[in-house]
């Protein structure tokens, strides 16, 4: 340990003591309060200054209104009762009790201020809110000093991380700590260095920032010690932006295999291009916004439109709004799935071996559906909120991941499996396969093929609607959304291969990915054109996507 | 054999058109507007609209009906067009703008800009405009269908590439710093030509010149499905490996057809412009080229006057429709006539019409055929 280091350490113990023993030789905090304020009474600055500090340092719950009223010149004393006030609109009321004090007594003074006293106000509220007993609150008057970087607070930063207990407010008071003394020129040269130390640990923009601007006259040594930090934090902060960016792809990838999963069924396996395909999303995310809207008035209300006839069904009241998306996966699973079985059933299964006309007439369902969405539901977007345990976010590194994201790519990724495992290993998957292998060869081993027909469009449907469930929490909930998902989904499953489920996956994430790490270069809007002409581009190269299924199917 | 360029069909609709493009003008600008046949003049616009949408359908009928090629993208050629005569005529307005600044229109006055990006070079000249108008969605439609057919996108692939082209082209047109007015587009045209846009005259001239066009546009792509090129389009359509085992290089055929549609395309997006006095991204939008597809669907596909009628039959129901108390309903009803054309009328109408007519005159020659068969040889008729 070099002898700067321990000197200081010593000077900090020495601080400490006279701290501790301030507020443990008095008995207890209110006398170590009591005793601020009689310092009030002499009308000296000096007096008036100590009285602050010792209020500050008295770490009373009554401390922080007395300073604020000191500031806001609202403080005055009455020499004859010994007692301080404070003015609270018209009334004055007792600093130590609370009690108010009518009629005002009559030779008030009020105590005098002066530029000096005001810095060391400001100062003491500052330690006091550094002291506050909420910890979110100490983190960001932490936080405010590491910003302002003002070197009054000093003193209050070391005394608060002498008592600070919380890891995280630890840390944000040992980096404000660290901010103060980098920029004081005043500082001894080892606790610049340690100060250096602590930034570099901290290892992010802002600490680059004030490794950059030490003021001039920074001695050479310490220079080369931010300097080397600060390459040292520009190099991690490149590897984290990378990382950034491949999560950032990740989540884009999971919303856009959502929003193409289903279209890989219908369009991939059974060849139909579903135009509505986006607006099964919408009507799975407008289910969501159903079953919270039943939850949040615990009742779900069922009656014909315009009539006053209808039936109420009370729900439980331990159904909260934490259950809203469990129910509504199935819910909308049903819902869009017997919509897409009824478009099969009326419209498709008409159309089979048409596949232009297939676009067009599924491309009239889908504005038919926005529409009704709109007369049914209104034109703005709904609300649809997040359950608690998908709402906030962590952090790893410099690494915000919220929590809706990571359980959306979760999600996405069980679906998929799920999916998989269905087409794979159930009977219903079998036949599936078998009928969109080889139709005729299927019927006539007596599988019904227009049954398995709807149904395979039923699931790409409710598919979808699942997704949609997903996409209302972070998307708008409104007639449009599905609009925003149609041209990208087809995206994924030509860029993917058509007819190969692998392919979808591993094409939502390729154009994740790709789109995100595009973006710092070329903007969001840029970076999603430059995609589209990649796929365009991509496609000519291989016209049967990424995993092109291998036959000798010729088409006419 | 080929068909007949000038049947009596193709007649008929020239004269149509005619009468429309003199009559329409004539009774804007000679008759007085207390009169009964006065026709008013955002009548006129609106009429002028649709027969630039009807020329636009025609360019889709040329590629969908008789190649099978369903471009969902055609839009973006008639925007790409609009946009050429769009900025022609932001340069007619030169220093009388908002800001007076003689050189740059308002809008990159309003962005700061300096100077003119190279974009806009020539374009305060009639005929570079003009040129513009053919060339370059003529281009785009030449390099895109130059990678597409090579390597053999067909069917829907091709149609949801097309789609992702006019949403690319519609992202990047709705950015500011690329140069063509952002989301607002251009607008606030004063001349053409030096003549007032806003004029009756102005707009009568338009019109006639819009029926002239798409005159024109129909009697080349008579020309064209009435040749040999046009046989072998349709040769394409009907079994496209079979065209090419014949040793026809169908990728070149494809091209050339989707070319010129596309230039037909950007011909009927440049007279729209100063018809309705605004271009915005909006035309761009994947939305509007599959709606125009929609309007050769119901007249027809693959007959031509079917596109051109389809075009104005529908989007006369539109204006009527969504200037009503039936406006929110207006979806419904487009969204009902995909289903129910593709489901129920999949000829269109003029092609049901015409297939009937097929139906019942080989009906008719079966029955003459039998009947002097049956005279000659009675026995052997059984």
Redesign the interface.
């Known amino acids: 340990m070099s002898p700067g280091r321990r000197r200081l350490r010593a000077l900090f113990v020495a601080t400490f003591a006279v701290l501790l023993t301030l507020v443990l030789t008095s008995p207890t905090f209110a006398d170590a309060f009591d005793d601020a304020l009689a310092n009030f009474f002499t009308n000296s600055y000096a007096d008036t200054e100590v009285g602050v500090t010792a209020l500050a340092a008295a770490g009373d719950f009554r401390a922080a209104p007395v300073l604020k009223a000191l500031q806001d010149g609202k403080l005055a004393v009455d020499p004859s009762s010994r007692r301080v006030l404070i003015e609270d609109g018209v009334a004055w009321r007792d600093a130590a009790s609370g009690a108010a004090m009518s009629p005002a007594p009559a030779d008030l003074k009020r105590v005098r201020l002066n530029n000096r006293l005001r810095r060391a106000v400001d100062a003491a509220l500052g330690a006091l809110t550094l002291r506050a007993p909420d910890p979110a609150r100490r983190l960001e008057a932490a936080q405010a000093v590491f910003k302002s970087r003002d070197a009054g607070a000093l003193a209050a930063v070391d005394a608060a991380l002498a008592q600070e207990t919380d890891a995280r407010v630890k840390a944000a008071l040992a980096d404000a700590r660290a901010a103060i003394l980098i920029t004081s020129a005043e500082a001894p040269e080892a606790a610049r260095i340690e100060a250096v130390a602590v930034l570099r640990e901290r290892g992010d923009q802002s600490a680059l920032a004030l490794l950059g601007s030490l003021p001039p006259g920074t001695p050479a040594i310490l220079q080369r010690a931010a300097d080397s930090a600060a390459s040292a934090i520009r190099g991690r902060l490149q590897v984290w932006e990378a990382v950034q960016n491949a999560w950032y792809g990740l989540s884009l990838g999971s919303v856009l295999l959502l929003a193409a999963i289903g279209l890989a069924i219908t369009f991939g396996v059974m060849g139909v291009?579903n135009m509505a395909h986006g607006e099964m999303v919408m009507l799975g995310a407008y289910t969501t916004f159903v079953v919270q809207e039943a939850i949040r008035q615990k009742a779900i209300v069922l009656s014909l439109p315009g009539t006053d006839i209808g039936v109420i069904l009370p729900l439980p009241a331990a159904l909260t709004l934490d259950w809203s998306l469990p129910i509504a996966v199935p819910l909308a699973f049903v819902v869009t799935g017997l919509v897409g079985i009824l478009i099969e059933r009326s419209?498709i299964r008409?159309?089979y071996g048409?596949?232009?006309?297939?676009?067009?007439?599924t491309?009239?369902?889908?504005?038919?559906l926005?529409?009704?969405v709109?007369?049914g539901f209104g034109p703005t977007n709904k609300e649809v909120s997040n359950p608690s345990w998908m709402s906030g976010a962590f952090e790893i590194g410099q690494l915000a991941i919220t929590w809706n994201r990571l359980w959306i790519l979760c999600f996405s990724l069980a679906t998929f499996a799920l999916l998989l495992t269905m087409l794979r290993w159930t009977r219903l998957g079998l036949e599936m396969r078998a009928v969109t292998q080889n139709r005729s060869m299927a019927a006539a081993v007596g599988i019904r093929t227009a049954r398995i027909d709807a149904l395979t469009f039923g699931l790409g449907s409710g598919i979808a609607g699942i997704a949609g469930v997903a996409l209302s929490q972070i998307d708008n909930v409104s007639p449009n959304l599905g609009?925003s998902y149609i041209?990208d989904s087809?995206?994924v499953v030509?860029f993917g291969g058509v007819g190969n489920l692998w392919g979808t996956l591993v094409g939502a994430f390729t154009l994740g990915i790709a789109n995100k790490f595009l973006e710092p270069f070329a903007g969001a809007?840029?970076g999603?054109?430059a995609i589209?002409?990649l796929?365009?581009?991509f496609?000519?190269?291989r016209?049967r996507g990424l995993f092109a299924l291998k036959g000798r199917a010729?088409?006419? | 054999m080929t068909p007949r360029v000038l049947d009596p069909g193709t007649i008929a609709f020239l004269i149509i058109l005619a009468v429309a493009a003199i009559g329409v003008p004539l009774l804007n600008l000679a008759t007085q507007d207390s009169s009964a046949l006065h026709v008013p003049t955002y009548l006129m616009a609106l009429f002028g609209k649709y027969v630039c949408f009807a020329l636009l359908a025609l360019s889709i009928d040329l590629i969908w009906g008789f190649c099978g090629i369903?471009s969902?993208g055609h839009g973006a050629f008639f925007a790409l067009g609009g946009y050429a005569m769009g900025m022609y005529l932001m340069r007619q307005i030169g220093g009388r703008g908002v800001y007076g600044n003689p050189l740059l229109p308002d809008f990159m006055v309003f962005l700061n800009w300096k100077e003119l990006p190279l974009a806009w070079w020539g374009l305060s000249s009639f005929p570079y405009a003009v040129l513009m108008v053919l060339l370059v969605p003529g281009l785009l439609a030449l390099v895109?269908g130059w990678?597409?057919f090579?390597?053999?996108?067909?069917?829907?692939?091709f149609?949801?590439?097309t789609?992702?082209?006019t949403?690319?082209l519609l992202?990047?047109f709705?950015?500011n710093d690329f140069g063509f007015g952002g989301n607002n587009g251009l607008t606030d045209f004063k001349d053409i030509l030096g003549f007032n846009v806003q004029a009756d005259t102005t707009r009568a001239a338009l019109f006639a010149i819009s029926c002239v066009a798409l005159a024109l546009g129909y009697v080349v792509c008579r020309v064209l499905v009435s040749s040999k090129f046009g046989m072998v389009l349709i040769a394409i359509r009907d079994?496209?490996?079979?065209a090419r085992f014949l040793g026809y290089r169908v990728e070149s055929y494809k091209l050339a057809v989707f070319t010129i549609s596309a230039c037909m395309a950007g011909v009927a997006g440049a007279l729209y412009v100063p018809q309705v006095g605004i271009i915005n991204p909006g035309e761009f939008s994947?939305?509007n080229s599959?709606e125009a597809?929609?309007w050769v669907?119901v007249g027809g596909r693959g007959t031509l006057v079917g596109a051109v009628a389809g075009a104005i039959l529908v989007n006369y129901a539109k204006t009527t429709f969504t200037s009503g108390p039936l406006a929110?309903?207006w979806?419904?009803l487009?969204?009902?006539?995909?289903?129910?054309?593709?489901?129920w009328l999949?000829r269109g109408i003029f092609g049901t019409i015409a297939h009937w007519r097929a139906f019942r005159r080989s009906r008719l020659a079966e029955a003459d055929a039998s009947d002097a068969s049956a005279s000659a040889k009675p026995l052997a008729a059984e």
């Open positions: 291009i419209v008409f159309l048409r596949p232009l006309e297939t676009l067009l007439a491309w009239g369902i889908s504005l038919i926005q529409q009704a709109r007369t609009q041209i087809f995206m030509v809007v840029l999603k054109i589209l002409v796929i365009i581009l496609i000519q190269r016209p010729v088409e006419a | 369903l969902l895109f990678f597409a090579r390597s053999r996108v067909t069917g829907v692939h149609s949801i590439i789609q992702a082209m949403f690319a992202l990047a709705f950015r079994a496209e490996s079979r994947p939305a599959i597809v929609i669907a929110p309903y979806l419904f487009l969204g009902g006539l995909f289903v129910g054309v593709t489901l999949p």
